[in-house]
């Protein structure tokens, strides 16, 4: 979104493509899920009325929609790329096959999965947490606004701590808001790391899969 009140921000889509492509050249094998909140929030529209499952399959395609931008972009950049979505539609991207998508990390292709679960009531951080086990991902990186996991949110509290190392049951003792819990005891069963660090500052997502201490890190 950028700036933006809403939308796809050109500029935006184009910087994240350029540090996927960072990763790319160290011959990573990459797998991206996008969220759909700058185009729709079906838990927002839930709390407006609306029904939550007709909401949250609304917020599903948008995350498709940007799943396609990002496809574009990405593909400019010289990275093969396929889109798998949990609800089929089969015109735009192949639908979700575990041992297709294995296959295509094999052959050097990047993996834009969309759609969510494909089930109301989960978020794109659980959808996340759920591929990457999937897949046996080594470690799950969450790309966001902020250089890493605070104990309040540091936009409203300016003497927020931020926490360098913390295991996931401090995140959900303390209901930290990284991802929502769902996804946070998902990846704590399963033992599955987590790097949260800051998108906006160029050159994060290389400096993490490099091992340089930035961010935070979250283990089971």
Known sequence: MGDQGFGISPDVIKYVAEEI????????QIAIVVGGGNIFRGIAASSY??????????????????????QDSLEKKGIATRIQT?????????????RRAVRHLEKGR??????GTGNPYFTTDTAAV??????????????TKVDGLYDSDPVINKDAVFLKRVT???VLEKQLKVMDMTAISLA??????L????????????????GEDIGTRIFA
Do not use: W
Not at 188 to 193: G, I, V
């Open 49 to 70: 009325g609306m029904d939550r499952s007709s909401a949250d399959h609304m917020g599903m395609l948008a995350t498709v929609i940007n799943s396609l931008a990002l």
């Open 130 to 143: 759920l591929r990457a086990q999937e897949i046996h991902a080594e470690i799950l990186l969450k790309a």
């Open 195 to 210: 790097a949260v660090f800051n998108l906006k500052k160029k050159g994060n997502i290389r400096k993490v899969i490099c």
């Open 188 to 193: 704590m069963d399963n033992h599955l790391p």
């Open 86 to 98: 949990a609800i089929s539609m089969h015109e735009v991207a192949e639908p979700y096959i575990l």
């Open 168 to 170: 996931y049951m401090e």
């Open 21 to 28: 492509r960072s990763i790319f050249d160290l011959g990573i």
């Open 110 to 115: 990047a993996i834009i999965f969309a759609a």
